[in-house]
């Protein structure tokens, strides 16, 4: 079922502005907030939140392995289509859907990472941080997908030809 395009439009228009105003939102609550000391922590949750602080750093190196590495095949993709003798028009676009797609994967990576490091004993002040957190990457995940579908699509449609 197709949607009509004026309201696939406004849709397109409305979702991350609405993504925004609550990433203001939450920033602005989470400004108001004084740090409190914290209370004292039983020994199994201090061992936890070892445990997930490591959990963590694993998904955040993860993350910047995987962008690193994107970022090394997509350099050296564009220095050899550089040096190609036959030039292709679409091969920087094709580097670049591929650099996004790694990205998007990297993002997920880094929200992973925040959600653990919010996962044991949370106060309010950290599922504030995490929600505006988890906002900032939706909004960005939410935009980085939608150019590589836009990206794709003429290139599908060459490929068909």
Do not use: C
């Amino acid at each position: 079922m197709k949607q009509d395009p004026s309201r696939e439009s406004l849709i397109n228009l409305l979702l991350p502005l609405f993504l925004i105003l609550g990433l203001v939102l939450l920033l602005s609550l989470n400004a108001g907030q004084n740090n409190q000391t914290a209370e004292s922590v039983s020994l199994l949750e201090a061992w936890l939140k070892v445990i997930v602080s490591y959990l963590a750093a694993g998904a955040e190196i993860a993350a910047a392995l995987v962008i690193g590495e994107a970022i090394m095949r997509g350099l050296l993709s564009y220095i050899r289509q550089l040096l190609s003798r036959r030039q292709q028009p679409d091969a920087t676009k094709v580097i670049r859907l591929q650099l996004g797609r790694v990205l998007a994967l990297g993002l997920e990576f880094t929200v992973a990472s925040d959600i653990l490091l919010t996962a044991v004993a949370p106060t309010r002040q950290d599922i504030l941080n995490l929600g505006a957190i988890v906002l900032l990457r939706t909004l960005l995940n939410y935009f980085l997908e939608r150019e590589i579908r836009q990206g794709e699509q003429p290139v599908v449609q060459r490929n068909l030809s």
